[in-house]
């Protein structure tokens, strides 16, 4: 996906690039799995215990961050999954002949997206680099883009039509990404006059042409991301008619405080809704209407999606997918995704708290397994499976390494 300055511009061809250091890599976005494991009676969930887990891509593959660099696409073959690409090295004949560092990402791998249509995945990381891959029906090759940040790249998304993408950065500025033909190499815009901290989230609005960032400042954003050389002159959308680079249609903040963890447009484009660490949901109808917030009592939710007009999926801390819908003109939290099941009693609860005191001299179980099928803080949920403009499937992944399928 993206590179840095220093890295496209390389004096010596097929040098390989200094490492900055070790990381581990973790999920920022949900990968989609049909791998079938035990999971609880009554949950509409599949499940998979996968490498720490990283963004989605489309129905038969997906891919996972692992280690400091590697990307790990895995294709699905009956039940399993087996592991069919790794973009981590470039092939030396490659390198050696074109401006092509022989190591790709050298720092922890922050956020991926595949195109489904294009079928491109852009990757990028806390080595302030981002690459464009592209598959040629036995490989995958990286494209360099001039990304130009001093920074990490924290979140990356493709626009609907998958002829530019946005990159979140913690030099307070979200980047636009797009081809340049004549160099062979991405490029990209900054928009960076709104932004006083790190950008930590994206959603695209439908129109192609909008954009809005959640930010560590405590605010989200919807900004134009027109690109002249790229897009069709636009006529305007629900979140403002001036379409110049960068303009800013609208700032919303977190009721509460804390900063915004995620962000999502509706399918429509007329709804924009955005969750920060004060665990609370808010909406927008407009750039001038009145917030609607959606208070709850659970620990921050980290990501959400919208699975219709009138339905939002999110997760996080506690571990569990919830449900937010609107019913009678009220948005409110209806119910759990994930159900649980009871955990089985066998015997007298008093002769069990002294068989505990007597093998262990402790008066409480030591089981700390959650009633849920994960085990640890969602990191990121997805849209799977979409019919006729409704979500009938999600993707979750999480801190515990699994990857989920929920059935809506």
Not at 167 to 192: C, P, Q, R
Not at 291 to 302: A, D, Q, S, W
Not at 388 to 406: A, C, E, M, Y
Request: with cysteine.
């Amino acid at each position: 996906m993206l590179c840095s300055t220093r890295r496209a511009f390389w004096s010596q061809r097929g040098a390989e690039p200094r490492s900055r250091g070790n990381g581990t890599a973790r999920s920022r976005a949900a990968t989609n799995s049909d791998a079938e494991n035990a999971s609880p009676a009554n949950s509409s969930a599949e499940s998979a215990d996968a490498p720490p887990p990283s963004p989605f891509a489309c129905t038969d593959n997906y891919d996972v961050d692992d280690g400091i660099r590697d990307v790990h696409i895995y294709k699905k073959s009956g039940s399993s999954w087996a592991v069919a690409h790794v973009l981590s090295e470039v092939d030396p004949a490659v390198a050696a002949n074109a401006f092509y560092p022989t190591a790709i990402h050298t720092l922890l791998v922050t956020s991926i997206d595949w195109a489904p249509e294009t079928n491109k995945i852009v990757t990028c990381g806390q080595d302030r680099d981002a690459y464009v891959w592209s598959f040629d029906g036995q490989t995958w090759k990286p494209q360099l883009v001039l990304l130009r940040i001093n920074r990490a790249a924290t979140f990356v998304r493709w626009s609907p039509q998958e002829n530019k993408f946005a990159v979140g950065t913690g030099s307070k500025l979200t980047a636009i990404g797009h081809f340049g033909a004549e160099n062979d190499w991405y490029l990209t815009d900054h928009i960076k006059k709104h932004f006083r901290s790190t950008v930590v989230s994206l959603a695209w609005h439908p129109d192609n042409i909008t954009v809005a960032a959640g930010c560590a400042d405590m605010k989200v954003r919807v900004l134009s991301a027109y690109v002249k050389s790229v897009d069709p002159k636009p006529s305007g959308c629900a979140w403002g008619e001036k379409t110049t680079f960068g303009h800013l249609h609208a700032e919303f903040g977190t009721p509460t405080g804390g900063w915004v963890h995620s962000v999502a447009f509706s399918p429509s484009g007329n709804v924009l809704a955005w969750t920060g660490h004060d665990g609370n949901v808010s909406l927008a109808y407009g750039p001038s209407s009145p917030v609607i917030t959606i208070v709850t009592n659970h620990l921050p939710l980290l990501s959400l999606v919208f699975t219709s007009e009138n339905t939002i999926v999110a997760g996080g801390h506690d571990c569990v997918p919830y449900l937010f819908a609107e019913r009678g003109g009220n948005w409110a939290l209806v119910d759990k995704i994930d159900k649980g099941v009871a955990k089985a009693e066998f015997g007298n609860s008093a002769m069990n708290t002294f068989k505990q005191m007597d093998k262990r001299a402790q008066a409480a179980s030591t089981d700390t397994e959650l009633n849920s099928v994960h085990q640890n803080t969602i990191t990121s949920i997805r849209a799977y499976e979409t019919v006729g403009g409704q979500v009938r499937k999600i993707s979750s992944t999480g801190v515990d390494g699994k990857l989920v399928i929920w059935k809506l």
